[in-house]
């Protein structure tokens, strides 16, 4: 499996990319959002504090996990036009 970051982004949709400070994906994450911008692409970052990836489907009532899941919400109703 490759990379996004060696394939051509321009063709993506809005993307929203999330991450945690405890992540081992965080730094390929933030080049992917950066790439994703140069190519002109609208793309949101969301980086949470002290979590690891994918921390918010193990422990769906934390604080985190809820502030999470209200921005990707909040983001596809402003994307799909809800």
């Known amino acids: ?14 993307t929203i990319l999330t991450s945690g ?3 081992m994906f965080l730094s390929n994450t ?3 959002h950066q790439k994703l911008r140069a ?3 609208v793309a949101d970052l969301l980086v ?13 009532l934390a604080p985190e996990s ?3 899941f209200a ?3 909040a983001f596809f109703d402003k994307h799909l036009d809800r």
């Not at 949470?48 to 422990?59: D, I, M, P, T, V």
């Open 1 to 14: 499996m490759q990379s996004p970051l060696y394939g051509d982004l321009l063709p993506f949709p809005p």
């Open 21 to 23: 400070t405890r992540d």
């Open 30 to 32: 933030v080049r992917v």
């Open 39 to 41: 190519a002109g692409v």
């Open 48 to 60: 949470f504090e002290g979590q690891s990836h994918a921390q918010y489907l193990f422990a769906p």
């Open 66 to 68: 809820m502030e999470h």
């Open 71 to 73: 921005e990707v919400s």
